[in-house]
């Protein structure tokens, strides 16, 4: 067995030619490692276990099968094999004993691998392997387990999951010119993108955090916030009880006015924008609020823009008095 504390290592190239060209009997690098996941139909659990194995042992050979000799001499085995032992490193999850979160999703391979490895992947920041652990791991675990997250609304139509997109890289069944073993390191090289970019994301996100609650805890009021660049803020400004609106610059340089949703994930805003702007926007916009370089309002009142800060401020400021003005009807009307 080898020593698996070893650290994150820059990974080599991973794109379906270099897979193509690399690829033999079913095994991709070679290196001292040897993983060992089980061959035909894939899916995202096991695509992402190895994605996640190679980025920490970019050296490693991968192989595909369910011939128990050849599982026994593999360092690490996941989803195949019937036993899960992290003293062996063995990460299979279809046994009876398979464990479950406190929540009550069960873990997949992928799952017990995150457990293991994840933290490592992340730098040792508890924080952004949590995030992904919840927006990432689990959705891909609990499909995997059967268990349903979704349910479809009277539209009748569910949600495009990664763990659908996965399994689109199984071989073609109307050809017969793709091989299993082919296709799935195919799918490794999309899973490694959307891993890697899932871990710049989430870092991304935890940084705006920080940036946004310095400019809240900064705010002269505790109904809004002004951002001097965006950040991601949805999930954030929602824990804010207080807090109405948001502010802060596009990516053109123009501004936004933006509300805040009741609770993360909610479409409903705590107070939209006035009635008297909602889908009008450039001049005949800005005749109704007097900011010249008034943008936008969409016609729900849950965004509106102007193209200098100081015209969305003054956006802000309608915005607030609207509120006031609110307030002040709800007191007199309980009185």
Request: proline share 4%; glycine share 8%.
């Amino acid at each position: 067995m080898f020593n698996a504390g070893g650290g994150i290592s820059t990974p080599p190239p991973c794109t379906p030619e270099h897979l193509a060209a690399t690829l033999v009997t079913g095994r991709f690098y070679t290196g001292d490692v040897l993983i060992a996941t089980h061959n035909g139909k894939f899916h995202a659990d096991d695509v992402f276990g190895v994605t996640l194995l190679l980025q920490l042992y970019p050296d490693a050979t991968v192989i595909r099968t369910r011939d128990p000799e050849r599982l026994d001499s593999a360092d690490i085995v996941l989803d195949v094999g019937g036993v899960h032992d992290e003293a062996t490193l063995r990460f299979d999850h279809h046994q009876n004993t398979g464990e479950a979160r406190e929540n009550g999703i069960r873990y997949s391979a992928f799952g017990l691998l995150w457990r293991r490895y994840g933290l490592q992947f992340c730098d040792n920041d508890r924080s952004v392997w949590q995030r992904i652990d919840l927006k990432l791991v689990q959705v891909i675990d609990a499909i995997d387990n059967g268990q349903d997250l979704y349910s479809t609304s009277d539209f009748g139509v569910q949600p495009l999951t990664i763990s659908d997109l996965i399994g689109w890289f199984n071989p073609l069944t109307s050809s017969g010119s793709e091989q299993a073993d082919d296709q799935f390191f195919v799918a490794v090289a999309f899973a490694r993108q959307l891993l890697l970019r899932t871990l710049k994301k989430t870092r991304d996100a935890v940084e705006g955090e920080r940036i946004f609650l310095d400019a809240y805890h900064a705010s002269p009021d505790t109904r809004f916030v002004v951002l001097d660049r965006f950040v991601p803020h949805a999930h954030i400004a929602t824990k804010q009880p207080k807090l109405l609106y948001v502010v802060f610059p596009d990516m053109t340089g123009s501004w936004r006015l933006q509300t805040v949703q009741v609770n993360d994930g909610s479409f409903e805003s705590r107070q939209y924008l006035p009635k008297a702007w909602r889908g009008l926007s450039d001049d005949a916009l800005a005749q109704v609020t007097g900011v010249p370089d008034s943008v936008f309002c969409h016609r729900t009142g849950f965004i509106a823009g102007a193209t200098s800060k100081e015209g969305v401020l003054e956006l802000l400021r309608q915005a607030l008095a609207q509120t006031d003005t609110a307030d002040a009807d709800a007191s007199t009307s309980r009185h």
